[in-house]
């Protein structure tokens, strides 16, 4: 199977594990719980059905593209809030934290990632020759690095997080934020990797990236039930009184944590 044959069976496997998600989260109630994540899958439908049924070396499809992204961006950003507030639903005040935490995190990697590309269009010695498309473009992958890669660094914390702490979460929860982590930072290094080697890897990485989402589909298909819910689990390990112990810990910071906010 050629490359281009394969790219496009991924991605015809992406349209239909977009719909199946969507359909089993609208039927299954979780879609209640999942908001974000459920119009999100929504929204991958016609995002994905776009290069099955345009020329994605056209021009069309680059200014579909280009409009469409900043839509991407804003759908990561607002499904990985409703992850935070998922795994903080019982600490309100590291939720607010964390919020505050990801708007700073994705201004300051996306203005370095930023400035990168700015220093190595100004050192190019044929910076006349660089059409505005592709400018356009490496700008637009050094913003979405920026963004997948504070978000991917902010998911790895919440997994430490839970990971240190005794918090009970669902199964769902663990798995969600888990596949998001692997989805984001595999995003991340995409973008890296065609940072270094240049555009004639686009196809490649960007199939590679569309196995990545696809096998993050089947993971929640199969796994992100109704009963997930009702399942609960404590990822730390910890004898009872150290677990007592920092939930003591856990509660007195997040309590602080509120006071702080209510006074600001």
């Not at 020329?55 to 804003?74: A, C, E, I, L, Q």
């Not at 990985?80 to 994705?106: D, F, I, M, N, P």
């Not at 990697?109 to 190019?124: D, E, G, K, N, P």
């Not at 660094?153 to 798995?175: E, G, K």
């Amino acid at each position: 199977m050629s490359g281009e044959a394969l790219s496009s069976a991924l991605q015809w496997l992406l349209v239909m594990g977009s719909a199946l998600i969507a359909a089993k989260l609208y039927f299954t109630g979780l879609s209640k719980r999942y908001t974000i994540f459920f119009w999100y899958s929504l929204f991958r439908l016609p995002n994905s059905i776009a290069p099955l049924v345009m020329d994605v070396k056209g021009h069309n499809y680059f200014y579909f593209w280009v409009f469409t992204t900043p839509v991407v961006w804003f759908f990561y950003v607002w499904v990985v809030l409703e992850l935070c507030r998922l795994v903080l639903e019982r600490h309100s005040g590291l939720y607010t934290l964390g919020k505050y935490a990801l708007g700073v995190a994705v201004v300051i990697s996306t203005t370095l990632s930023l400035i990168t590309i700015m220093i190595r269009f100004q050192s190019a010695p044929s910076q006349h020759s660089i059409s505005w498309n592709t400018s356009l473009l490496y700008y637009l992958m050094a913003i979405d690095r920026g963004i997948t890669l504070s978000l991917a660094i902010l998911l790895l914390l919440m997994l430490l997080f839970i990971s240190r702490y005794p918090v009970r979460l669902s199964r769902n929860v663990v798995l969600h934020t888990t596949l998001y982590t692997l989805y984001f930072l595999s995003n991340t290094l995409s973008t890296i990797l065609l940072r270094v080697f240049g555009l004639k890897l686009y196809t490649t990485v960007d199939t590679a990236l569309i196995g990545v989402a696809d096998a993050c589909i089947l993971a929640w298909l199969i796994f992100l039930t109704p009963k997930g819910e009702e399942v609960r689990v404590n990822v730390a390990r910890l004898s009872r009184e150290n677990e007592e112990r920092l939930l003591l810990h856990l509660d007195a910071f997040n309590s602080t944590l509120l006071k702080a906010s209510r006074k600001g």
